[in-house]
């Protein structure tokens, strides 16, 4: 590069505008810039928050396209097995004078788009309150009680049955070994032997008939002994204590 003086002979220092730390010469400003617009020249076009972005990956960009969707949107399907299921209806146990419980509120519809099952209320213990108990005096499971309800009571092993006498006397019956009764009209209680091959026994005697029951009776199934202990009958009855 020649060197430049100025008229007295002095080197006279030519300054040029450098931009960052490689070198290069600083761009001339554009005129149009803060002067409105030039004709022929079209505006610059605001292009949003995607116009910043620099290239992504395909999972990236999709994540990208998926948070710029509008709120408010289509709203989202409904996941497989979401589908509005009603509760399971039960059998309501008859009691006279028995007031009928309210039916529960059903809970506010969900503005979500996703229908979601109802849960059913949970039970009342009055829904089927003890009438009577059966208490295991001798055999296996000695000591144990199990609840006699209102109404019918089918006894056996298994865990379906309304009274279930599983303590580990296998000549029981799986099911429908005996049938204890509770008559709400009459106050009365009865058995009936189900159709199991062994036999029921009430005072030694052989259950063949529907027979009453009174209170503090045993009776032998298997190996196992029960006693009967009645709650409810002439001197008192849930009917009389219903809120």
Same mark, same amino acid.
């Given at each position: #590069? ?8 002095? &080197? ?16 001339? %400003?554009? /005129? ?35 948070? *710029? ?23 309501? &146990? ?7 419980? /309210? ?20 039970? *009342? ?14 055999? /296996? ?29 296998? #000549? ?30 009430? %005072? ?5 008939? /529907? ?22 009958? %002439? ?9």
């Amino acid at each position: #590069m020649p060197i430049k003086r100025d008229a007295d002979g002095n &080197i006279v220092e030519e300054k040029t505008e450098r931009a960052g730390s490689f070198g290069r010469e600083a761009q001339p %400003e554009d /005129p149009t810039v803060g002067k409105g617009p030039v004709e022929g020249r079209q505006p610059a076009v605001d292009a949003g928050p995607r116009a910043n972005i620099a290239p992504q990956s395909g999972y990236e960009a999709d994540t990208i396209l998926a948070r *710029s969707k509008p709120a408010g949107g289509q709203a989202q399907a409904a996941p497989a097995g979401a589908a509005d299921t009603a509760p399971e209806s039960r059998t309501r &146990i008859y009691r006279p004078g028995a007031k009928k419980s /309210p039916a529960p509120e059903r809970p506010p519809e969900q503005s979500s788009g996703v229908e979601q099952a109802v849960e059913p209320p949970a039970a *009342s213990a009055m829904d089927d309150p003890p009438v009577g108990w059966l208490v295991v005096i001798q055999g /296996p499971g000695q000591g144990n009680v199990v609840t006699i309800g209102n109404g019918s009571n089918s006894l056996g092993r298994d865990p379906s049955e309304r009274i279930c006498v599983d303590f580990g006397d296998e #000549m029981i019956s799986r099911r429908g070994h005996t049938t204890i009764t509770y008559d709400p009209r009459g106050k009365k209680f009865y058995i009936q032997h189900g159709g199991g091959t062994n036999l029921t026994y009430m %005072e030694d005697s052989p259950v063949l008939l /529907p027979t009453e029951l009174q209170g503090f009776s045993k009776i032998q199934l298997g190996e196992t002994v029960l006693l009967f202990v009645p709650l409810c009958g %002439e001197r008192f009855d849930w009917a009389e204590y219903e809120q």
